[in-house]
């Protein structure tokens, strides 16, 4: 019997915030002597990215909670979208695919250059449903911002995902509409790490009140539904009060307005859209409209009602707060500081042993004995159950989403990290499997013999002289999801 609530339309979503809330007075503090005017940018705080996390570490965080809200393995498409890729000629999203465990054969396409890119590729999954197909679309930032500049306050770290086929939907299509224009508001050439912004004022008066409540006025016309309806209305905006002016341009109650994370988390670039869509269909009541727009070289308008089927359980993460500014300058490249002869290494790649290991690297595949069920990390041709010792019995098994324990753990101060001390222990997973790896997110003294662990994705090491970066899976306390408040 078909299940009355099975329908083409929105899944899933998800959002990720990096643990660390830079506090905003902190940073104030440091540019109070030149820059007096951010006094009114310097009040609560803004995720920043550990120095092991990217704009790829990030997008794998929000595909996993996608995938446990509305589990899809067998996802066929996957989007990420990102005006900061860490490769500019390599498949991101290839590296997110395989860390979820993406079929090989699913495909997958890296959008960049807009903050609505994300937006875009959304909204073309909804417009041409695929039979038997599973579509992720995810956006992920981590920007960097001139020291002292206004975006520096504002910005933050994060990323969110959305899933698009047929099942139990959280929100049906009901239109959309887009528009190009080349407005530039503001940009960042080829090569240069920081964006320039132009005029605020006409920013707002010429791109948002006109191009973006036009896009969104347009929208409500050809879905035949009034400005009075909408009953969440989700624009991102880095300035101030730009969104509840398009809502009173085009006849939106201000009540409608999504709220942001902006005291906690700060503005997300091209992942704020997503990120907003979620806290939307979290508040929303069966029924209800749904509107987001995203704004930037043109504007999109997506429109969507709310079905009856519940969101999964959003376990928010506080984050811990973080007063060092000179470490946030530090995990950002903005500033080198003197590591000492410990950190004079060659991180050379062996790219051949790379793909001859992918599987391990990627999805931390183990193997499982057939014969006498023991479990083992690296998979092996040899089972290394003394009892059994039987050969080419190894079924692989991926040790990313499995539970597991501190067995051991070691603080070292000798070895270089970039965020000392080096931490390091045994690990023992539920179900068998003993690994030594090393820890992230961890607080000095929080490590403990049987302290409940969670693997994440990160950045393993990096090959500064030719650019290059290593990922693998590290282990992080089990604090609750890591999900924006």
């Known amino acids: 019997m078909n299940d009355p609530e099975t329908a083409f339309g929105l899944l899933a979503t998800a959002r990720y915030a990096p643990r660390l809330r830079l506090e905003r007075s902190e940073v104030f503090a440091q540019h109070r002597w030149m820059a007096p005017g951010l006094k009114s940018l310097a009040k609560g705080q803004r995720a920043i990215a550990n120095w092991?996390?990217?704009a790829v570490t990030m997008a794998v965080e929000a595909g996993r909670a996608l995938l446990a809200a509305a589990p899809a393995r067998g996802a066929t498409e996957l989007?990420?979208?990102?005006?900061?890729?860490?490769?500019?000629?390599?498949?991101?999203?290839?590296?997110?695919?395989?860390?979820?465990?993406?079929?090989?054969?699913?495909?997958?396409?890296?959008?960049?250059?807009?903050?609505?890119?994300?937006?875009?590729?959304?909204?073309?999954?909804?417009?041409?449903?695929?039979?038997?197909t599973t579509r992720i679309v995810v956006a992920s930032e981590r920007r960097s911002a001139r020291p002292a500049s206004a975006q520096e306050l504002i910005f933050g770290d994060g990323a969110a995902a959305a899933g698009v086929g047929t099942g139990r939907a959280l929100a049906t299509f009901v239109t959309a509409h887009s528009v190009h224009a080349d407005l530039v508001d503001h940009f960042r050439q080829a090569g240069e790490a920081y964006d320039y912004g132009w005029e605020e004022r006409w920013v707002r008066d010429e791109g948002?009140?006109?191009?973006?409540?036009?896009a969104v006025?347009?929208?409500?016309?050809?879905?035949?539904?009034?400005?009075?309806?909408?009953?969440?209305?989700?624009?991102?905006a880095a300035l101030p009060k730009v969104n509840e002016a398009v809502a009173r341009r085009v006849g939106i109650a201000a009540a409608a307005l999504v709220p942001t994370a902006a005291a906690t988390i700060g503005e997300l670039g091209g992942a704020e859209p997503l990120a907003l869509l979620d806290t939307a269909l979290r508040a929303a009541a069966p029924?209800?409209?749904?509107?987001v727009a995203a704004f930037g070289?043109?504007?999109d308008v997506l429109l969507l009602k709310r079905s009856a089927v519940p969101c999964p359980g959003d376990v928010p993460d506080a984050g811990k707060p973080e007063t060092s500014y000179l470490k946030y300058l530090s995990f950002t490249g903005q500033i080198a500081l003197a590591w000492g002869m410990r950190a004079e290494m060659d991180n050379k790649p062996a790219l051949t042993a790379a793909w001859r290991d992918h599987?391990?690297?990627?999805?931390?595949?183990?193997?499982?004995?057939?014969?006498c069920g023991t479990v083992q990390f690296p998979l092996s041709r040899l089972c290394v159950n003394p009892e059994c010792k039987a050969q080419d019995t190894q079924q692989p098994v991926s040790f990313a989403d499995r539970p597991a324990r501190v067995l051991s753990h070691t603080s070292d101060f000798l070895a270089y990290t970039p965020a000392p001390p080096f931490q390091f222990g045994h690990i023992d997973f539920d179900g068998g499997g003993?690994?030594?790896?090393?820890?992230?997110?961890?607080?000095?003294?929080?490590?403990?013999?049987?302290?409940?662990?969670r693997m994440v994705y990160r950045i393993k090491d990096l090959d500064a002289a030719r650019g290059f970066r290593r990922y693998f899976w590290k282990a992080t306390p089990l604090r609750g999801a890591a999900l924006l408040s």
Do not use: W
Request: charged share 20%; hydrophobic share 50%; proline share 4%.
């Open 208 to 214: 948002y009140l006109k191009i973006a409540a036009g």
């Open 359 to 371: 599987a391990r690297t990627e999805r931390f595949e183990g193997g499982t004995c057939s014969r």
């Open 79 to 132: 989007t990420l979208a990102s005006t900061t890729l860490p490769f500019a000629d390599r498949l991101n999203a290839g590296i997110v695919a395989a860390a979820l465990g993406l079929a090989a054969t699913a495909v997958v396409r890296d959008v960049a250059s807009s903050a609505r890119a994300a937006l875009t590729e959304l909204i073309a999954c909804l417009r041409h449903p695929a039979p038997e």
């Open 52 to 54: 092991d996390e990217d």
């Open 217 to 236: 006025l347009q929208c409500l016309a050809d879905a035949g539904v009034a400005a009075a309806d909408v009953a969440h209305f989700a624009l991102p």
């Open 434 to 453: 003993r690994v030594l790896m090393e820890f992230a997110d961890t607080d000095r003294d929080e490590l403990r013999v049987g302290l409940p662990l």
């Open 297 to 299: 070289s043109g504007c």
């Open 287 to 291: 029924g209800a409209l749904i509107l």
